[in-house]
């Protein structure tokens, strides 16, 4: 389940997001002048992420090794340039 509060609400209600997060995995979407800014998540689905990011990093490494030539260069450009923009987000 998925909730958006606002930032002030997260700010005086904490310790009761955070054990809604925790036991019953409900993610809090935190907003500020009504844009989403940041998230609250349990640790399973933290971790759940970070392991498919991850995955995803060793499978373009596998892929990127696997290409040869022109093409590889090309394709490692393209990944250097996308762990860049995420990396600014």
């Known amino acids: 389940m998925k909730e958006n509060i606002t930032a002030m609400y997260a700010r005086k209600n904490f310790g009761r997001l ?3 997060t ?3 995995g409900t993610t809090h979407i935190i907003e ?4 989403p800014m940041a998230a609250l998540v349990s640790i399973d689905d ?6 498919a ?3 995803m990093q060793d499978a373009l ?3 990127i090794k696997r290409i040869k030539g022109e093409k590889s260069k090309k394709l490692t450009k393209a990944i250097a340039e ?5 990396e600014q987000l």
């Open 46 to 51: 933290a971790q759940v992420s970070e392991s």
């Open 18 to 20: 955070l054990d809604k």
């Open 22 to 24: 925790a036991l019953l």
């Open 82 to 86: 996308a762990r860049a923009a995420v």
């Open 32 to 35: 500020r002048a009504g844009r």
């Open 61 to 63: 490494e596998k892929l």
């Open 53 to 55: 990011a991850n995955n």
